[in-house]
């Protein structure tokens, strides 16, 4: 990891241009995109994208601030996120069961 990494609690999965998804885990991973592989260098949320994102990296905007102004750049593009299904729960009656035997 890099010295100024900056996790996401919640990575999000984004459907490229091309078809394939891709899933950004930090701030630093969402602005090497925007820099090196955005398809449209252009756009109000992109610019801003960019900026937050810079400033999250310097620690000067909150990384969800960050999370989300990337988010509304990738839905600018055409880059829909990709919603991962729910976890699943654990199952209660089972842990019940085992308490009762």
Known sequence: M???????????TVRLSNGLTHTFASVYEA????ENEWP???GERYERA???CRRALNRM???AVAREA???AC???????VMAPPA???QGDTVKAAHTA
């Open 2 to 12: 890099l010295l100024n990494e900056i996790p996401w609690t919640i990575p999000l």
């Open 31 to 34: 602005l090497d995109f925007l």
């Open 40 to 42: 449209l260098r252009k």
């Open 50 to 52: 960019v900026r937050t």
């Open 61 to 63: 905007t909150p990384a």
């Open 70 to 72: 990337f988010i509304a």
């Open 75 to 81: 839905l600018e593009a055409g880059m829909p996120l």
């Open 88 to 90: 699943r729960e654990p």
